[in-house]
């Protein structure tokens, strides 16, 4: 029998991640009975599109819809309407159609139920924004957050305050029709409300919280978004809100579900997994730092586990944005990783993001080998320069090991493993 090389069980764990958050293996069997009134079917997210594929392909009556999916993402639906819009920056084709989408849920009654599809991605493809703010605005906004190395869940919690359609909003616009959320988790945590910024999910959280991550991170707001807060007027719909009375929700696919399904190709491999978390958060370097310390430590020390083994780990890290190359969170973790291994053999790694956009281009991540950094000195290239100016993609494209996929049509955010043998 022969084995695997290391790069090809690495690529090998992330296709694994991926294929366990297809829509077509999780949608079907979270679908409700079909009720006695109209199906109406809304969504948006990079795995928006393919969504509405499964749910169509599996729906034993009439039903129609919209959802709006990342450029690129979309596939062939025959009832449900597929709208493309921009992210992680929006555009006008998103605020649209989140405008259309508010339309389409007017006048439903209690007999009618509205299926929701909401993924990775959602809170950028549905732009509308709140009272005197301007779609410039949330791009200036947007922009600043993606730089400013908030978690997530901070972005999210601005982006629900500024928002015309998030924060529940949607939800509470489908009353009293039936709403069943089916949602893929890309947050660390899996928390409803921090998915495409919970368009149809309560949200417990304030303006005056919007307002402090905004100082925290040195935020520039426009005149009318700062209105919008201050006053009050931005707030989200709250739990306990009658209107969501009817709202169920479920998570169809999550990090974790990823996380164990490379696991189990690893065990295949005769490889042990350890699996260390599916919501690790902070600055993409610093988790690479710690990340090849625990590398090397199973390297010289057999512990926790010996070799072979793979470190497995998911979430979403940040990166506060100094130098001005080409890069995303999952490169700048793996330069981290590789400067912090300095050529340690036997360890190699690959981080990608699940939908295969790391940042702003269509590259999902890349891989590291004992030899990366010899080969990036051997072209020239000095990899802390590199790590300084942001240039993860730049880095690893010279070297030919960005891991590229092409749209993925799913997103369980970022996916890390780390190989020791």
Not at 61 to 77: D, E, F, K
Not at 171 to 191: E, F, K, M, T
């Amino acid at each position: 029998m022969t084995h695997p090389t290391p790069r090809d069980l690495l690529s090998a764990l992330f296709d694994a991640a991926v294929q366990a958050a297809q829509p077509a293996h999780c949608i079907p069997r979270f679908l409700p009975a079909p009720p006695k009134g109209r199906t109406l079917v809304i969504g948006a997210g990079k795995a928006s599109a393919a969504m509405a594929q499964a749910l169509e392909r599996h729906w034993p009556g009439p039903l129609s819809g919209l959802v709006v999916t990342r450029y690129g993402y979309a596939v062939p639906c025959e009832r449900i309407e597929i709208v493309e819009a921009a992210h992680p920056v929006p555009d006008a084709a998103g605020r649209e159609a989140a405008g259309r989408l508010l339309e389409l849920v007017q006048g439903l009654s209690a007999d009618d139920l509205v299926i929701c599809l909401i993924s990775g991605g959602g809170s950028a493809l549905l732009p509308l924004p709140g009272e005197g703010v301007s779609l410039e605005d949330k791009q200036a906004i947007n922009r600043a957050l993606l730089k400013s190395g908030a978690t997530i869940s901070e972005m999210n919690c601005v982006r629900r305050h500024l928002s015309a359609i998030k924060g529940g909003r949607l939800a509470a616009a489908c009353h009293p029709a039936r709403v069943v959320n089916l949602l893929i988790s890309d947050v660390p945590g899996d928390n409803p409300m921090d998915i495409a910024s919970g368009p149809t999910v309560a949200d417990p959280t304030t303006c005056a919280d919007a307002l402090e991550i905004v100082r925290r991170y040195g935020i520039d707001l426009p005149a009318g978004a700062r209105a919008l807060l201050e006053s009050g007027r931005g707030e989200t719909v709250k739990p306990g809100d009658p209107r969501l009375a009817a709202v169920e929700t479920h998570l169809v696919a999550t990090p974790q579900m990823a996380l164990e399904a490379a696991a189990a190709v690893a065990r295949a491999a005769g490889v042990t997994p350890v699996l260390l978390g599916d919501s690790i958060e902070g600055e993409a370097r610093d988790v690479g730092k710690v990340m090849a310390a625990i590398a090397l430590q199973v390297k010289r020390h057999g512990q926790p586990v010996a070799a072979p083994c793979v470190l497995l780990s998911g979430g979403e890290t940040t990166v506060t944005v100094r130098g001005n190359g080409r890069g995303g969170r999952n490169v700048e973790f793996l330069l981290a990783l590789a400067v912090a291994l300095d050529g340690a053999p036997g360890i190699h790694a690959v981080a990608g993001d699940t939908d295969g956009v790391d940042g702003l281009e269509e590259i999902a991540g890349a891989l590291v080998a004992p030899d990366t950094l010899a080969r990036a000195w051997a072209k020239g290239i000095r990899p802390r320069d590199s790590l300084d100016n942001n240039d993860g993609h730049g880095f690893f494209e010279a070297l030919g090991d960005s891991l590229v996929t092409g749209p993925t049509l799913t997103n369980v955010n970022d996916f890390r493993a780390i190989l020791i043998v």
